[in-house]
């Protein structure tokens, strides 16, 4: 509140979007301060953004608080202090939680003589505004107030300042008045460096990974202080874990800050565009001042603690002092971290100290040791440099502790003692201080030694006499504390022989000895004791197996019953005494092993099986005294029953459940006790069928036709779960019952039942094991139904147009018919009731003659409809039929030829054999014709008269198709068609023309053209071989299958036809037919034509090699063919003379001596195939190998000519029959282009 500025706004004054700070948490000891309820209180002075709040300290300077912030006084009386105001201002209290507060409000009415207090309804209460401020120390009110001196300097200490984080604080105030100069700037001031806090503490927490908020990451001002200690940094509680302002969760969570954003029209734009580097360049200007920490200072350094204390990181000197009017930014919450090392500077840091104090006090230290300590600074995720290491020492003190001396060796009279030096401390130990004693045993010590000296001599003491003694050192810092206390004995005489050891308990490996003290020692004679043990027949003699004080000792890793001597013998510093006397002990049996073999003999039975096992392997050195055997019932081994005792190996398990599952186990008893348990035995016992189920029941009302029946499980299972049920049913009068259901279901619906009828149900289990027995009987009645069927109608025709029509009473089911009801019609799906009535007769009138009609009754009760009759035929007196039309010929196809002729009956006319390739009759001398049957009018038609003009009327029988036969072929026929019946002829159709088909033509004689054993070339007629366009005349060949069907090969003109894909020495069946426009001649009789044998494939060209005066020639060879076996034969050609045959047998290689030197020769070899009863076959000789004679070359030219001989005498290859057929392709293609060449430039040209 400058004192040159405008008077305040309401609205910047009380904004809701003024963020205001959380208050620091209260000292360890707060003062005496409450709510309003003593006289000192806290007064909250609220200073707004923009403006600024100065006060006078009793020391007369003055502090400038800037705002955003909230000033807590402390008033010793409970009254509101003094608060100057500028003109047009009031002081306003409001009292929230207990807290109250002072807010500085524009006047709406101006008084003269005074500022009259403004009446807003006061704010409501916030939950996370904290009750009251505490603070270590009284504050005063001040004398002067100035609200108008902005920029005032002067530091104030921080327990009078709370700096709070914004939190939405919402006020009623006058938001339209704007007085004419606005503290715009201030508002948009506030509201950027909100955002700026708010985007650095977003920026933090993604480095931290963590949600919520931290602390305050803005650099303090120069008028602010730095915040207070905080113990810890975490999340600032919500409003609802804030209790009447203080939070629910401890001091330490109040103090954490929480962020609001202040919105007041800034623009979005220009924010997100500046919001990036602005983050950054706060987060590294938090990260100098981190980094710029001091180094400790160490001050009250003593032997074993130090205290340390720092200053916090200060602003850089780049960040600029907030102007006049601006925002001053909150102030980032720091804590710090304290390490030592005790290893040097470079040595290894460890954690002493974390925190927010700026101090801290090192405890637990070593004294006269170099230490190194350095701070480091964090806020949130980011962590400073550490500072510079400060070294100390610490100061030096007296010694530890020296550990209680030892007695190095004694006799009756003397001791020596003897101790280890303690630690100095920094100060060399002088001398030290032995006290005893003197063996009195009343605590008083007394010095008996002084000096630098580790041990020391005591004589002169009594026998057998106890001392006590303690220890201090002492160096130039002081005497240290002395040890603990010792206790040492002088000695005695050798003592006297003890007795003979005792027997205390006896073990399967173990003996436990006692013995007594020798009688007459005193009590501080130190006397030791060595146990003597020999093993029964072991032949070593007494050994020592115990040396010590104790009077009892335990012997272990014995042998089981086995006896053993003992002796004890008793010694002290002076020497041993003699033996005792010898005691004999023997060790106890062990327990025996598990039985072996525990296995179950024989088959076991629904209620009981038999375990027998083997004794055990080892029985602990005794018999077996007795078995037990335990039963468990199920797998689980719960609960197990003891079912035998005794020395029996074999016991039967009886009165067991059949179908359960039982563990067995045994264990046997010895005197060394009982041996471990076998492992458990699994035995299911077999089920048994199921007990008897309880008697089937009826589920709700019976009705007419089916029932619901249920039954229960049975009560004995038989050891198995059940998995069926069968139902069985009585019908009445019927002693033999029939099953009607099986199932695993517990009820079932009978159906097709009689209604009003009683019938029996009876149920049966099944399990794994069968079925169980059959329950009682139990009876079930139907409910009434309809009526049943009624018989079919009998009908009488009286006249043509009249009919009666009588039935008969069906059975009632149970409930009498009530009414008949008569159904009559022309078609049996469209029939209408014509009568409704009780009377078992009805007469039918006005129907019409030679008409069919259909009639059925049915029957009704109470219970509903029963079904209809049989539907009943009836016809009213015939007449003859009416005329035939609609009279067509047959097509080809359809004149397929019966097997039966039909002159063997009429009923044979309409059967027809369905073949794949059914006889046609012939279209030259037969006629097909189709025609719809005429109405009979009531008479059924009995025959058809065809009349063919000239010729003779053909009279067929009752049948809708017919074909004429023995017709002259190309003639034309005059026919009609007239129905017959048993009243009378009807009239003739009218009159049609048909005609039949020219002959067709006769099948050609079939021939085998040639053949081999792939393929038969055919050829039938005199015609060419191709066909010609205008050829009417086409051919069918077709050839038998395996099966004996005749299969299509070839349709059409041509003459020939090559057959491929044949087997070998095969005989196949063809037959040929020859149709045109007349139609399909008649197939030739069938032609047989068998394939040769195949001959062997060529072999490739053989292999020649010289040896000397002789060559050697191989060839492949090829497997045999079907069985027949292969030889070859090879032939040579000598110069020019001709092939002869030099080698035929089975061998695939011949050598041919004498060779010429000057003559060529040349090899060619071929297959034959040696056939059981036909002769050989001979295959295509292979390429011819030219063998050339040895050329004598002179030494000189030997070398150069050794590759061209070796070259000449390679075989040459033939050109096949494909590359010579190439060959002479590719020259008459050249020579073409050569003569088409010389014509277009000797001719055109």
């Keep these: 509140m400058a004192e040159h500025t405008s008077p305040l706004e309401s609205g910047q004054l009380l904004s809701p979007d003024i963020p205001m700070l959380t208050s620091p948490p209260p000292p360890p000891h707060p003062p005496n301060i409450v709510n309003g309820d003593v006289p000192q209180q806290v007064i909250l002075v609220q200073v707004n953004p923009g403006e600024a709040f100065t006060i006078q300290r009793d020391d007369g300077q003055f502090q400038c608080i800037t705002g955003p912030a909230q000033v807590p006084m402390m008033s010793p009386n409970g009254s509101v202090p003094q608060i100057y105001v500028p003109p047009g201002y009031v002081q306003q209290i409001i009292e929230e939680n207990g807290v109250r507060r002072v807010l500085v409000l524009p006047q709406t009415e101006f008084h003269p003589g005074g500022h009259s207090p403004l009446h807003h309804p006061p704010p409501p209460p916030h939950a996370h505004l904290q009750a009251f401020i505490p603070h270590p120390h009284i504050m005063h009110a001040p004398a002067h107030l100035y609200s108008g001196m902005a920029g005032g300097t002067g530091d104030m200490n921080p327990q009078y300042i709370s700096q709070y984080h914004p939190a939405h604080t919402t006020i009623y105030s006058e938001q339209d008045t704007h007085p004419p100069h606005g503290r715009a700037a201030f508002s948009h001031r506030d509201e950027r ?34 915040p207070s200690p905080q113990k810890s940094r975490g999340t600032p509680p919500s409003g609802g874990d804030l209790q009447n302002g203080l939070g629910g969760k401890g001091a330490e969570e109040q103090a954490q800050p929480s962020t609001a954003v202040a919105d007041l029209g800034k623009s979005p734009g220009r924010e997100e565009a500046a919001e990036s580097g602005e983050l950054d360049e706060e987060a590294k200007a938090l990260q100098e001042r981190l980094n710029s920490i001091c180094k400790p200072v160490v001050t009250d350094i003593q032997a074993r603690g130090a205290s340390l204390s720092w200053v916090a990181p200060s602003r850089t000197e780049g960040d600029d002092e907030p102007k006049e009017g601006e925002v001053v930014p909150a102030e980032p919450s720091l804590t710090y971290e304290v390490s030592v090392s005790y290893n040097g500077k470079d040595g290894k840091y460890k954690t002493a100290y974390s925190g927010v104090e700026l101090s801290a006090t090192l405890q637990d230290l070593r004294p006269a040791t170099d230490y190194h300590v350095r701070v480091q600074a964090m806020c949130n995720c980011l962590q400073g440099v550490p500072s510079e290491p400060v070294s100390f020492t610490t100061l030096t003190c007296e010694p530890d502790t020296p550990s209680p001396p030892r007695k190095a060796s004694g006799t009756k009279s003397s001791l020596v003692l003897q101790w280890k030096a303690p630690c100095d401390n920094g100060s060399k130990i002088q001398n030290y201080i032995l006290q005893w004693d003197e063996g009195k045993g009343t605590g008083v010590f007394e010095q008996c030694y002084y000096g630098p000296q580790k041990q020391y001599r005591l004589t002169k003491l009594s026998t057998a006499s106890r001392y006590s003694f303690r220890l201090a050192a002492k160096n130039d810092m002081g005497v240290s504390d002395f040890s603990e206390v010792v206790h040492v004995m002088t000695s005695c005489s050798v003592p006297a022989p003890p007795l003979s050891p005792e027997l205390i308990q006896s073990g399967v490996t173990w003996l436990c000895v006692r013995w007594q003290r020798p009688a007459g020692s005193p009590k501080e004679d130190e006397i030791a004791y060595v146990l003597e043990m020999e093993e029964e027949g072991s032949g070593y003699g007494f050994q020592a197996s115990y040396d010590g004080d104790d009077l009892s000792h335990t012997v272990r890793n014995l042998h089981r019953s086995t006896t053993y001597r003992f002796r004890v013998i008793a010694y002290n510093a002076e020497g041993k005494s003699n033996p005792s006397a010898v005691s004999e002990f023997t060790t106890a049996p062990d327990r025996p092993g598990c039985p072996c073999r525990l296995t179950v003999k024989g088959k076991p039975h629904p209620t009981s099986f038999r375990l027998t096992w083997d004794p055990p392997k080892d029985n602990g050195g005794s018999d077996v005294t007795k078995y037990v055997v335990e039963l468990s019932e199920g797998l689980s081994g719960s609960s197990w029953n003891q079912v035998y ?295 059924e038609i009995t025959s058809y008269l065809i009349d063919l003009g000239e010729k003779q009327p053909i009279l067929t029988g009752p049948v809708t198709k017919y074909i004429i036969q023995n017709l002259q072929p190309d003639t034309t026929y005059r026919i009609r068609i007239q129905a017959l019946n048993s009243l009378g002829a009807g009239p003739f159709s009218h009159t049609f023309k048909l005609k039949t088909k020219p002959l067709p033509p006769l099948p050609p004689r079939l021939e085998c053209t040639a053949s081999s054993h792939q393929t038969l070339r055919l050829k039938w007629g005199d015609g060419p071989a191709k066909a010609q366009p205008t050829d009417s005349l086409q051919y069918h060949l077709q050839m038998e299958d395996k099966n004996g069907r005749f299969i299509s090969l070839y349709k059409g003109p041509c003459h020939t036809h090559k057959v491929q894909r044949l087997n070998e020495s095969t005989s196949y069946a063809f037959r040929i037919q020859a149709f045109n426009e007349a139609g399909e001649g008649p197939f030739s009789t069938v032609y047989t034509f068998t394939t040769p044998l195949s001959p062997p494939a060529p072999l490739k060209a053989p292999r020649v090699e010289r040896v000397d005066e002789s060559c050697e020639v191989s060839w492949e060879t090829l497997p045999p063919m079907k069985g027949d076996p292969v030889i070859y034969c090879l032939q040579s050609m000598q110069g020019n003379s001709e092939f002869k045959q030099i080698y035929k047998g089975s061998a695939t290689s011949f050598q041919l001596p004498n060779l010429s030197l000057s003559t060529d020769y040349r090899f060619r070899v071929c297959a034959i195939r040696q056939c059981q009863d036909a002769p050989e076959i001979i295959g295509p000789y292979s390429s011819t190998v030219i063998l050339l004679p040895p050329r004598i070359d002179t030494p000189g030219a030997s070398g150069t000519m050794g590759s061209k001989a070796t070259e000449a005498q390679k075989p040459k290859r033939s050109l096949t029959d494909e590359q010579f057929s190439f060959l002479i392709i590719a020259l008459l293609a050249v020579t073409s282009i050569l003569i088409a060449v010389a014509i277009q430039y000797f001719v055109i040209e």
Aim: proline fraction near 10%.
């Design 193 to 226: 460096a909100s955002k700026t806090y708010e985007r650095l503490q977003k920026k933090l927490k993604e480095r931290q990974g963590v949600g919520g908020g931290g602390g305050g990451g803005l650099a303090p001002s120069k008028d602010s202080p730095p």
């Design 645 to 939: 005792t005794g020395s029996g190996m074999e016991f039967v398990c009886d009165g067991l459940s059949p179908g359960c599952s039982y563990q067995a186990r045994v264990h046997c008893i010895s005197v060394g006790g009982e041996s471990p348990l076998t492992e458990a035995l699994q035995v299911q016992t077999p089920p048994v069928p199921p007990g008897p189920c309880q008697p089937p029941r009826v589920v709700g009302k019976p009705k007419a036709r089916e029932v619901q029946i249920r039954w229960a499980p049975p009560l004995v299972d038989g050891g198995s779960a059940v998995s069926s049920y069968s139902l069985e049913m009585f019908a009445p009068q019927v002693e033999e019952g029939k099953e009607v259901y099986q199932g695993s279901e517990l009820d079932c619906t009978v159906g097709s039942l009689l209604p009003g009828r009683t019938y029996g149900f009876r149920i049966r289990a099944a399990n794994k094991a069968g079925y169980g027995p059959f329950s009682e009987r139990s009876e079930v009645t139907t409910g009434p139904g309809a009526p049943d069927t009624c018989r079919p109608p009998h009908v009488t025709c009286k006249s043509p147009t009249c009919a009666v029509i009588s039935w008969e009473a069906p059975p009632c089911n149970g409930a009498a018919v009530s009414e008949y009801r008569l159904e009559w019609g022309a078609a049996e799906g469209s029939m209408q009731v014509c009568y409704t009535g009780a009377a078992l007769s009805h007469e039918m009138r006005g129907l019409l003659p030679a008409t069919n009609y259909f009639c059925r009754v049915q029957a009704v009760n109470v219970a509903g409809a029963g079904p209809f009759s049989d539907a009943v035929f009836c016809q009213t007196p015939c007449s003859v039929p009416a005329t035939v039309s609609s009279v067509h010929a047959l097509r080809e196809s359809e004149m397929r030829v019966e097997h039966r002729t039909p002159e063997r009956g009429e009923d044979e006319e309409e059967e027809e054999d369905e073949e794949a390739n059914p006889l046609l009759y012939s279209p030259s001398t037969c006629l097909g014709l189709r025609w719809e049957a005429p109405c009979d009018h009531g008479s």
